[in-house]
């Protein structure tokens, strides 16, 4: 029955009143037991703070562990200049440690930007790549699907971190194989083609699990279909090794 208009009557105070919209800690939850509903949600929102979690997170994580890292630069930073001297046989060795030097002032601004810098390229390849399959997603959108795709490399960096706190001596590490989580561990880098590191690489547990996270964020977030969605996922593995194998290659 309808109360008369101006009735006191009183409102039902076992009404529920609706829950709040999760937050991003319960995106950060939620990202590794059910991804597709965090890209849903986030959707429209975008993904500003999480961007941003995930960049300083990153950066400090890769700080905390230079002594892990900075082996790893040194060594490849050699075989860089080697190459160099290579190609340009007018190359002196003074010129070479004075190339070295300035890398390796550098080298802590790298671990603190290169976070951020990955995050956007990752950001801007999710757009280049989903686009094309129809995504319906804007640049904002995909830089949310960078961010919460990258979740695993969090993860991946405290393992790094807790491999060199187990290990007695980092200075013997020369390739960032030697600490992945797939079948490039397994191989000498001291006698692997380059090329096929790079490729191993790529077959790390932790890349194929960001390359799933964005795949599954162009499926929930963008509106493709399986089908496309499959495809975008192959089509990102694929673009994503070309900048490391080419690396790769210059390097033999």
Excluded: C, H
């Amino acid at each position: 029955m309808t109360a008369p208009s101006g009735s006191t009557e009183p409102t039902d105070t076992n009404t529920v009143a609706p829950a709040d919209a999760p937050g991003v800690l319960e995106d950060f939850i939620d990202i590794f037991v059910s991804p597709a509903k965090v890209f849903a949600r986030r959707a429209k929102e975008g993904g500003t703070a999480a961007f941003f979690i995930v960049a300083i997170a990153l950066s400090g994580m890769l700080y905390t562990g230079k002594s892990v890292m900075e082996p790893i630069m040194e060594a490849q930073m050699s075989k860089g200049m080697a190459a160099a001297q290579k190609a340009n046989p007018n190359m002196t060795n003074e010129q070479m440690e004075a190339a070295k030097g300035f890398q390796r002032k550098l080298m802590p601004v790298f671990m603190v930007i290169g976070a951020p810098i990955a995050l956007v390229f990752v950001g801007v390849l999710t757009w280049m790549v989903g686009k094309p399959f129809g995504a319906a997603i804007t640049f904002g959108s995909s830089m949310m699907i960078a961010a919460y795709g990258y979740v695993p490399r969090i993860v991946a960096a405290v393992i790094t971190d807790v491999q060199g706190l187990l290990m007695n001596d980092t200075s013997r590490l020369t390739d960032a194989a030697q600490l992945s989580l797939g079948p490039a561990r397994f191989f000498d880098p001291a006698t692997t083609s380059p090329l096929t590191l790079a490729l191993l690489l790529r077959l790390d547990v932790v890349t194929l699990w960001v390359t799933l996270l964005l795949a599954i964020g162009l499926y929930s977030a963008g509106k493709l279909t399986k089908e496309k969605t499959i495809a975008a996922g192959i089509t990102l593995w694929v673009v994503g090794s070309l900048f490391p194998l080419w690396g790769a290659y210059r390097q033999m």
